[in-house]
């Protein structure tokens, strides 16, 4: 068996896991609060649902939780506000904002 190297302190370790983690798309947060330290985030997505008259109700059903600690609201918080930075950004060329941008 080798030696695996060590990772150098703060550095992150990211394993793809391709296809096998979940894609949440969610529209607003729906509640939020607090329980033995944790944090507790509900995402809600919005629907549109026929009535039989031909108008349309909209509902919002939970699309998401999120459960984490204190350190990783952070993380998440850090991270969402960095993706906003870069919308903020003035995008010279079209077909960048057709490609996306990524970290």
Do not use: H, W
Not at 10 to 37: C, K, Q, R, S
């Amino acid at each position: 068996m080798t030696d695996q190297p060590t990772a150098k302190p703060g550095e992150l370790v990211y394993e793809d896991t391709g296809a096998a983690a979940p894609l949440v798309y969610f529209d607003i947060v729906g509640a939020y609060g607090t329980m033995n330290g944790s944090i507790e985030i509900e995402l809600a997505t919005r629907i549109l649902v026929p009535k039989p008259d031909g108008s349309t109700e909209v509902k919002f059903i939970s699309s998401g939780r999120l459960r984490c600690t204190q350190n990783a609201a952070l993380n998440l918080r850090n991270g969402l506000d960095a993706a906003l930075k870069m919308l903020e950004q003035p995008v010279a060329n079209a077909a960048v904002v057709a490609a996306g941008k990524l970290n």
